[in-house]
């Protein structure tokens, strides 16, 4: 069974940082064929993605509202994914996600944590 457990939400000042952490089980990054992304959510807003990173040479993309801001990353040993937020801006107020699509046996299946809360405020 596959579970994503995220860490590191928080309120933070304008202008600060924060790192959120997901930690996947049931399956390995280094044996899988899996994209892994971060998705937020606003109240009162839709859902959005706001970055990807896949098993295919660790390739990454980026919502254009934090291109330049946010960095996401994996650490295949502790089978974690990273989202290093810097520059937050009061608008990246939101819940914000963990998702993984994980192909087996050529279907996909999606999978989501429970999500971290990132306030950022003065």
């Known amino acids: 069974q596959v579970q994503l457990v995220e860490s590191g939400g928080g309120l933070v000042q304008p202008g600060g940082s924060l790192r959120l952490g997901c930690a996947a089980s049931?399956?390995?990054?280094?044996?899988?064929?899996?994209?892994m992304s971060w998705y937020r959510q606003a109240p009162g807003k839709e859902r959005e993605l706001v970055a990807v990173?896949?098993?295919?040479?660790?390739?990454?993309n980026y919502a254009d509202s934090v291109k330049g801001r946010f960095t996401i990353s994996r650490d295949n040993a502790k089978n974690t994914v990273y989202l290093q937020m810097n520059s937050l801006k009061p608008e990246d107020t939101a819940v914000y996600y963990c998702?993984?699509?994980?192909?087996?046996?050529?279907?996909?299946?999606?999978?989501w944590g429970q999500g971290t809360q990132v306030t950022v405020s003065s």
């Open positions: 049931g399956f390995t990054f280094s044996s899988s064929t899996y994209a």
């Open positions: 990173i896949t098993s295919a040479g660790g390739s990454t």
């Open positions: 998702h993984a699509d994980i192909v087996r046996v050529f279907v996909k299946h999606a999978y």
